[in-house]
Every structure is written in structure tokens, then in C-alpha cells.
């Protein structure tokens, strides 16, 4: 366990600071799943308009991997 009970003013600030950096570091991680999870929600519509085989369907899925 990384954290213990807190006993003192030190220990409340040094967590707090920990917490704060974490915090920024999750919520730019969180941002950029998120904005990666949109685009692969928008090709896979996009790819059920295409007919299958077709060479806008291929470009479709190439899109998907990069």
C-alpha cells in the first residue's frame, strides 16, 4: 500500500501534491481515450454505409488501423 493514514500538516500536503499531479496526468489520459474511442465509434458507422469488398469499405478498415 503506497499510502499510510495521515498524522500530520506534512503528510496531508505531500499527498495532496501527489494527488494534484496524478489528477492532471488522468484526466489528459482520459481525454485522449475518450477522443480515440469517438473517431473509432464514427469509422465503424462509416464502414457499415460501405458495401462490403468494395474499395471504399478497404480504405474504410485501413482508416480503422492507423
Not at 500538516?9 to 480515440?36: C, G, K, P, V
Not at 468494395?54 to 480504405?59: F, H
Request: charged content about 30%.
Amino acid at each position: 500500500r503506497k499510502y499510510v493514514t495521515i498524522v500530520s500538516n506534512e503528510q496531508r500536503q505531500s499527498y495532496s501534491a501527489d494527488f494534484t499531479t496524478d489528477y492532471s496526468e488522468y484526466e489528459e489520459l482520459h481525454t485522449w481515450i475518450d477522443n480515440t474511442s469517438k473517431k473509432f465509434v464514427m469509422l465503424e458507422k462509416q464502414l457499415k454505409l460501405t458495401t462490403p469488398g468494395s474499395k471504399e469499405c478497404q480504405v474504410k478498415k485501413g482508416e480503422t488501423l492507423k
